[in-house]
């Protein structure tokens, strides 16, 4: 089994996916949304690149009702019910509703790995499952940052290695490429407080002068929740068990 980090999608086509297991991390805030919205109830997370995809399929009934969410430049798109906020996807807002979602980074990168053969969501929430199940799975791994506007940045690099970290905790015998050994020093160097360390990226102060400094404590959370939200055919839904959904070593 092995690891690559892909710091940003930005040199990434849709063909490179193919056949890959790929996990998602934006921390800020996107996939921290995402498992916030499926681990709360939400029946599906519809991932899309552009604000007037996200209003065309809006209408569409989904088997229930569907939510228009996103932001742009940090702040809730007008007309669209919810944010990029986590604190706004309870399960009162939230339940059993599909949610179509546009953001700056994290919605894209899953539509550029929609290909994937298993794609998964991880923030810093759930990664002790997400690396327990890629375990499972036993097959090589694409750890995707979303980064910012196509670049590097820090707080989803500091995730990425962190997952490596977890995923050598169970199978230390795990075969690292350059990029995955960057980030696993990035995240050793990154401090004890995931909130002092978001607070000082540069995403974390922008967040905080736009009024979302609250985001930055729930995005900071560790290991609480073993919810796997998986992409399939379109959207983004809870990972029941091993059989369902995923393409294990087995089948
Ligand atoms: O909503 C966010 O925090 C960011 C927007 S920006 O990069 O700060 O403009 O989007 P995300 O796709 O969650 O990184
Ligand atoms: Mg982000």
Do not use: W
């Not at 019910?81 to 599909?98: F, Q």
């Not at 909130?195 to 000082?200: A, I, N, Q, T, V």
């Amino acid at each position: 089994m092995k690891l690559n980090v892909h710091f940003s999608i930005s040199h990434l086509d849709e063909l490179y996916f193919t056949s890959r297991t790929t996990v998602i991390i934006d921390v800020l805030r996107a996939s921290t949304v995402i498992v916030t919205a499926i681990a709360n109830g939400a029946k599906e997370v519809i991932p899309v690149n552009t604000v007037d995809f996200a209003m065309k399929i809006s209408g569409n009934a989904f088997g229930g009702q569907t939510l228009l969410c996103g932001e742009r430049n940090t702040k809730k798109i007008e007309g669209f019910v919810l944010g990029n906020s986590p604190l706004e996807y309870t399960s009162d807002t939230i339940a059993g509703k599909s949610i179509i979602l546009f953001t700056t980074n994290g919605s894209k990168a899953f539509v550029k790995a929609k290909f994937s053969e298993n794609l998964f969501a991880a923030c810093f929430k759930n990664l002790p499952a997400v690396a327990k199940h890629l375990i499972e799975l036993n097959k090589d791994v694409e750890i995707v940052c979303g980064g910012t506007n196509g670049s590097f940045n820090y707080e989803d690099s500091v995730c990425a290695g962190k997952l490596v970290q977890e995923i050598k905790n169970l199978y230390p015998e795990i075969e690292l490429n350059d990029s995955s050994k960057a980030s696993l020093i990035i995240a050793k160097s990154s401090g004890k407080s995931l909130l002092k360390m978001l607070k000082e990226t540069e995403h974390g102060k922008l967040l905080i002068e736009n009024g979302f400094a609250d985001d930055l404590k729930d995005c900071a959370q560790y290991n609480v929740t073993d919810v796997i939200p998986y992409y399939i055919s379109g959207s983004i839904k809870k990972l029941d068990n091993l059989n369902n959904n995923t393409e294990s070593e087995n089948s």
